[in-house]
């Protein structure tokens, strides 16, 4: 670029800096931080959550159990990384090969198959749920824990299930502690 070209562009800029603060007084304050989404101005990740779900696409309409289950995963006493992941999965916001193809991220050339089995296309719930891999997986902790349930379609109804599977609060926790754990190895 020129030596001409980037005074014309600074010049330019500063021209739209004096049009936006036209009319602006100055007030001699001590600068500090605000939250505009609190009354006192002080920042909280409930604000920030509410504000973020608010903004949605209304085309990601949640059922009343998915809305459910996406309120008690953060109950869980699973780090909060694990819980991150699982909040992400149940969004679809992990990056499998359909995600990534959707994104043009993967060649056009590039397969969006499995790459553990290699038979069906590589969704969450696929990779997570009904992979050859994963059934066998999940196959082990079930026989651990003594339970028998035919794999659900999706995650959420899985974690229903899962969640809802103990006769206290105490080992409800503990299953959800299992099934974070379990999403997490795999």
């Known amino acids: 670029m020129g ?7 600074v010049e330019e800029l500063f021209i739209s800096l004096k049009e936006d603060l036209e009319g602006h007084r100055r007030e001699f304050f001590p600068d500090g931080w605000g939250w505009k989404l609190e009354e006192g101005g002080a920042f909280s990740v409930r604000s920030c959550y509410l504000k973020l779900v608010g903004l ?3 085309e990601q309409v949640w059922s009343v159990e998915e809305k459910g289950v996406l309120e008690t995963i953060w109950k869980s006493k699973a780090p909060l990384k694990v819980i991150a992941f699982t909040w992400k999965l149940f969004l679809d916001r992990i990056p499998t090969r359909n995600n990534l193809a959707l994104r043009n991220c993967l060649p056009a050339e590039e397969s969006t198959l499995c790459v553990l089995c290699g038979r069906t296309e590589e969704s969450s719930n696929h990779l997570f749920l009904h992979c050859i891999f994963a059934e066998k997986v999940w196959e082990s902790v079930m026989k651990w824990l003594d339970f028998s349930f035919i794999t659900p ?17 105490k080992i409800r926790k503990g299953y959800a502690m299992i099934w974070h754990a379990t999403i997490w190895v795999i």
């Open 3 to 9: 030596v001409a070209k980037i005074s014309f562009c």
């Open 56 to 58: 949605m696409s209304e």
């Open 153 to 169: 379609p999706n995650l959420f109804v899985h974690w229903a299930c899962w969640c809802n599977e103990g006769r206290n609060k």
